[in-house]
Each structure stands twice: as structure tokens, then as C-alpha cells.
């Protein structure tokens, strides 16, 4: 089975700054998929930006972007110039491409970050 | 295009009180997914349905837990006996299918609270 760990319970960034979330994974298998969902106080998780194992270049969507290391099983999650509506809970969570599982999202237990003025 | 969406938002129920939780994804979504969140921890799938038929139901605790999608659309998720620990949001997410390999998308999610 596959898990996926998040080490850091909290973050703070000060407005217009740089943080870095991390990430790491197990998995034994070689076509996954990996995503940072962003969930604010209202609890609907939104998809942030998403990786293909595959790919070998790591995926950006304007302020974030990803520095993913397969061999390393590290997936972490940048965000530039960050946001006071960039603060809210984050997963990372891991998508097997074998459908015979089922395909589900396995998740970790999520950053809380805290943007300040 | 709609969203996922469920009801009800809040429930608080006394324990050994049933509930029921309902979820109607988005159009055209063969995949259902019922997640458990408790405070502070990463959602757990309790139960993923492919249109109307089950593919994972491991972490179901099947002595209290039940949940149906009938038509392969709508689906139910019931708690009966409640305990103390079964507070926590029930998150619904669909995908348009087993083969699709991109993200789930989420509904708001129903808050529990077992007194």
C-alpha cells in the first residue's frame, strides 16, 4: 500500500515571500500520479497542480510549482510570491494508474500555512 | 458546470443516532468516492463506487457504515449506530471514470458531530 508523509504540521510565510511545503511518498510502483490540494475554512479541496510520475519536468501552474525527485520519492510544493488567500490546509496525495485498485487518492495528514502581513 | 455537491453541510446527533449523508457528483462522473476526515488528519477513503457497483470498500466499517449509489448518479452514505468518533467531515469526490488519470473533484463536504 502506498502512504504518503507530510512532516510539516505548520508553515508561516511572510506576504510576497517564498515557502516550500514537503512530501514524501512509498510506493512500489513506476506510473503514479502526484497532486497538492489546497483546502480553505470551507473545506472544499481544490487541486493546486498535479505531476505525472513520467514526466521528468517538474510541473508549474503561475505562482507554484513542484520540485519532484522520483528516485528521492519527494514531492514538495513551492509557492512564490505568496498570498493572504494562499493560507489554508495542504495535501499531497498519491494516485496509483492501476485502475484494478480502484485509482484512489491516498493522502497525508496536511500542512497548515499561515500567510503574514 | 456544477460542482459536486452534498448535504447536509452540519448534523449533530446524539450517540447511537443514525444519519445519513447524500452526494450527487458531477454530471457524467462514473467514479465515487466517500472520504472520512477527522480533525487534524488527511481524508481517508471509506468507500469508491465505479457507477453503481462497489470497487473498494476495505476501510468501510461495514457493522455501522452503509452507503448505495442505486442509479449509478446519487449516493447515500449512512451511519447507524453513531459513536464519538465518527465526528468528522464526510467528503464526497467523483471522476469520470477508472481510466481517467487526473484529479478528483471535491464537494464542500459534511461536517459530523456525535455528542
Known amino acids: 500500500a502506498q502512504t504518503v508523509t507530510q512532516s510539516q504540521p505548520e508553515m508561516s510565510v511572510q506576504e510576497a515571500e517564498t515557502v516550500t511545503l514537503s512530501c514524501t511518498y512509498d510506493?512500489?510502483?513506476?506510473?503514479?500520479?502526484l497532486f497538492w490540494y489546497k483546502q480553505p475554512p470551507s473545506r472544499q479541496m481544490i487541486l493546486v497542480i498535479r505531476q505525472e510520475a513520467y514526466k521528468q519536468q517538474n510541473a508549474t501552474e503561475n505562482r507554484f510549482s513542484v520540485n519532484f525527485q522520483k528516485a528521492a520519492k519527494s514531492f514538495s510544493l513551492k509557492i512564490s510570491d505568496s498570498q493572504l488567500g494562499d493560507a489554508a490546509m495542504y495535501f499531497c496525495a498519491y494516485r496509483s494508474l492501476f485502475t484494478g485498485g480502484g485509482n484512489k487518492l491516498t493522502f497525508g495528514t496536511g500542512t497548515q500555512l499561515k500567510v503574514e502581513l | 458546470e456544477a460542482g459536486v455537491a452534498q448535504s447536509p453541510r452540519y448534523k449533530i446527533i446524539e450517540k447511537r443516532q443514525s444519519v445519513a449523508f447524500w452526494c450527487n457528483p458531477i454530471?457524467?462522473?462514473?467514479?465515487l468516492y466517500w472520504y472520512q476526515q477527522i480533525l487534524g488528519q488527511g481524508p481517508k477513503l471509506l468507500i469508491q463506487f465505479q457507477n453503481n457497483g462497489v470497487v473498494d470498500d476495505s476501510q468501510l466499517p461495514k457493522d455501522r457504515f452503509s452507503a448505495e449509489r442505486l442509479k449509478g448518479v446519487d449516493s447515500t452514505l449512512k451511519i447507524q449506530p453513531a459513536k464519538l468518533e465518527d465526528s468528522a467531515v464526510y467528503l464526497c469526490a467523483s471522476s469520470p471514470g477508472l481510466a481517467f488519470p487526473g484529479e478528483l473533484f471535491f464537494g464542500e463536504g459534511s461536517r459530523l458531530t456525535v455528542l
Open positions: 510506493t512500489s510502483e513506476s506510473d503514479y500520479y
Open positions: 454530471s457524467g462522473h462514473a467514479t
